[in-house]
Structure formats: structure tokens, C-alpha cells
């Protein structure tokens, strides 16, 4: 009887398969050997030091000023160079910071008399969503999107807020629409 010999090509098909069942076999357990995230295993030790939590920094709020009127409104704050959309329910819709002319309006309460969707500031400036209060006032945005403090030789009662800002205000501010001016 004859022996059969194996050839060495097929010894190294074997040992390639047999190498490659081992490795997927080992993979496997230790993927399913994973702790689970969060998940302390009875044998693991604390870290030593606790990881410090990312600080959480809480955005600024503005509340509405007292004494500001009730009801649905806008509020300007002299002081804060700020303005607030205030709904019926008497919560903030929307605040903003504003650039406020040099000819502030007298504290008070004040219907919006007139709007203009675009035009020409006092400044020069095109601008666009005009919303008039007040004997000389008026809320609006440079068409540019840039609102620098006004020029001191020129006197205005223009109050310049960004696009975004201008285009809240003029969606929330109808004709009528009360302007609580606080200190």
C-alpha cells in the first residue's frame, strides 16, 4: 500500500483556515466581554481622581423690567440698551440688545404711529423695517446689517438692531402696538 503524501499547498490552506477561526473565535469573545459603558464590573477600581464634569455655562437672561406695562408690548431699556417682545402672556418673546441714537425718547408709553419696510435713515444710512414711536423715534435695521453708534454731529432718535432683530421687531410691532420706554 502506498502512502499518500499531502502536498504542501494544501498544509498551508489548513493552517490558514484554522489560523483564521481562531482569530474570529478570540474576537468575538472579547467583544462580548466589553463592560458596557457607565457600567462598573464588580472587579474594577474607582479612578483615582472623579473626572471633572464639563462646566456648564448658562446662557445670560434678561428678564422684562418691572413697571414696563402689561399685556402684549415692546419694552425699550435706556439703561440696558435693550428691547423685549412681550407676549399677552406676559413673557418675553424674543430680547435683543439695541445701538441707540443720540436723542433718547422721554420715558413713557408710546403706540407705534407709523412703519416703513425701507428707506433712508437720519444717519444716511439705507435701512429697512422702520417702526415709529414717540414724537421722533423709531426702531430699525441698517440694510447692510451694520448698526455703529451714530455719529455725534448727527442727531437721531433712531434705535439700530440687527436684521434678525429688525425683521422680529417688525413681524411683532402692528401699528398701535404699545412701546413701554423704561429708565
Same mark, same amino acid.
Given at each position: 500500500? %502506498?502512502?499518500?503524501?499531502?502536498? #504542501?499547498?494544501?498544509?498551508?490552506?489548513?493552517?490558514?483556515?484554522? %489560523?483564521?477561526?481562531?482569530?474570529?473565535? *478570540?474576537?468575538?469573545? %472579547?467583544y462580548r466581554n466589553i463592560p458596557a459603558e457607565g457600567i462598573a464590573s464588580s472587579d474594577s477600581k474607582p479612578s483615582p481622581k472623579p473626572r471633572p464634569?464639563?462646566?456648564?455655562?448658562?446662557?445670560?437672561?434678561?428678564?422684562?423690567?418691572?413697571?414696563?406695562?402689561?399685556?402684549?408690548?415692546?419694552?425699550?431699556? *435706556?439703561?440696558?440698551?435693550?428691547?423685549? *417682545?412681550?407676549?399677552?402672556?406676559? #413673557?418675553?418673546?424674543?430680547?435683543?440688545?439695541?445701538?441707540?441714537?443720540?436723542?433718547?425718547?422721554?420715558?413713557?408709553?408710546?403706540?407705534? #404711529?407709523?412703519?416703513?419696510?425701507?428707506?433712508?435713515?437720519?444717519?444716511?444710512?439705507?435701512?429697512? &423695517?422702520?417702526?415709529?414711536?414717540? !414724537?421722533?423715534?423709531?426702531? #430699525?435695521? !441698517?440694510?447692510?446689517? %451694520?448698526?455703529?453708534?451714530?455719529?455725534?454731529?448727527?442727531?437721531?432718535?433712531?434705535?439700530?438692531?440687527?436684521? !434678525?432683530?429688525?425683521? !422680529?421687531?417688525?413681524?411683532?410691532?402692528?401699528?398701535?402696538?404699545?412701546? &413701554?420706554?423704561?429708565?
Open positions: 500500500m %502506498a502512502t499518500r503524501r499531502i502536498s #504542501s499547498g494544501v498544509w498551508i490552506v489548513v493552517l490558514l483556515a484554522a %489560523a483564521l477561526a481562531t482569530i474570529s473565535f *478570540l474576537s468575538v469573545q %472579547a464634569r464639563p462646566s456648564v455655562v448658562k446662557p445670560r437672561t434678561y428678564p422684562v423690567p418691572g413697571d414696563s406695562g402689561t399685556g402684549r408690548r415692546v419694552v425699550y431699556s *435706556l439703561a440696558q440698551k435693550r428691547v423685549w *417682545l412681550v407676549s399677552e402672556r406676559e #413673557s418675553a418673546v424674543r430680547t435683543f440688545a439695541v445701538w441707540p441714537g443720540n436723542i433718547p425718547p422721554a420715558e413713557g408709553k408710546y403706540p407705534v #404711529s407709523f412703519r416703513r419696510a425701507e428707506g433712508v435713515g437720519s444717519d444716511g444710512v439705507p435701512i429697512q &423695517h422702520a417702526v415709529y414711536f414717540g !414724537a421722533r423715534s423709531a426702531f #430699525s435695521n !441698517a440694510v447692510d446689517g %451694520a448698526s455703529p453708534a451714530p455719529e455725534s454731529t448727527v442727531k437721531t432718535g433712531a434705535i439700530r438692531e440687527s436684521v !434678525a432683530d429688525g425683521t !422680529a421687531l417688525w413681524d411683532f410691532a402692528a401699528k398701535g402696538t404699545f412701546v &413701554h420706554v423704561v429708565g
